[in-house]
């Protein structure tokens, strides 16, 4: 059971444009979603993160959108540039009581962006 | 500061051959993680360490599977014997706390059983 689904494998878009990646979930526990950005050949490298309690989180070009009641979040690049062109994936955790989450991450199944010159 | 290290990055064997992956993680980092990221899939965690003491290890199958972090630094993942399904990419990571977001994974071992 896929408990965090990205169903687009795959994206394209113009540089400069908005790039726009969707993750869904199913697991209700989840409070804590995080995108990790993976090159060929490298290990995923965090992206951007957003606790349950919020429904935006932005850093720069990203900006991570959390709607719970759709147990839907989704990243933007904006504006999105060649070097972005890799695997993105969507990850979810549950936090522990007080506040800190288990550490145990559910992946989806990544988005490869390509971003055109 | 060095990234995690992983070795070997490439790794061929024929079914039923026994494979040990090796994980050195970030100085000072207390907790490892083992991976397995099959084609086409997002990474699905095997075993969490706190230091020496595997505090999750619900996902390794442990008829063949075995994992240990002597002096809860360096890490070692064993399949043993490897079937075909075993293809993949086995990624440790590592964090100094507890935090998701502080996990820093090193570049994997692409295994391919024959």
């Known amino acids: 059971d896929q408990q965090v689904k990205q169903n687009s494998p795959s994206l394209s878009v113009q540089e400069g444009r908005i790039s726009i990646l969707n993750c869904d979930y199913t697991?209700?526990?989840?409070?804590?979603f995080l995108w990790y950005k993976k090159y060929p050949a490298e290990g995923p490298t965090f992206l951007i993160s957003?606790?349950?309690?919020?429904d935006k989180n932005e850093d720069g070009r990203f900006t991570v959108f959390l709607n719970k009641s759709a147990k839907h979040l989704s990243l933007h690049i904006v504006p999105s540039q060649p070097g972005d062109s890799a695997v993105y994936f969507c990850?979810?955790?549950?936090?522990?009581?007080?506040?800190?989450?288990?550490?145990?991450?559910?992946f989806g199944q990544g988005t490869i962006l390509t971003v055109h010159p | 500061e060095a990234g995690v290290v992983q070795s070997p990055r490439y790794k061929i064997i024929e079914k039923k051959q026994p494979v040990a992956f090796w994980c050195n993680p970030i100085?000072?980092?207390?907790?490892l993680y083992w991976y397995r990221q099959n084609l086409g899939q997002g990474p699905e965690l095997l075993i969490r360490?706190?230091?020496?003491?595997?505090?999750?290890d619900s996902q390794l199958p442990k008829d063949r599977f075995s994992a240990e972090r002597l002096k809860g630094v360096d890490s070692t993942l064993k399949i043993q014997p490897a079937e075909l399904g075993d293809s993949a990419v086995y990624l440790c990571?590592?964090?100094?706390?507890?935090?998701?977001?502080?996990?820093?994974f090193g570049p994997g071992t692409r295994l391919l059983v024959l």
């Open positions: 990571a590592s964090s100094s706390t507890w935090g998701v977001e502080t996990q820093y």
């Open positions: 697991n209700s526990m989840f409070d804590y």
């Open positions: 957003i606790s349950s309690i919020k």
């Open positions: 990850a979810a955790s549950e936090s522990s009581a007080g506040g800190t989450s288990y550490g145990k991450l559910t």
């Open positions: 100085s000072g980092h207390n907790t």
């Open positions: 360490y706190e230091n020496e003491e595997a505090v999750d």
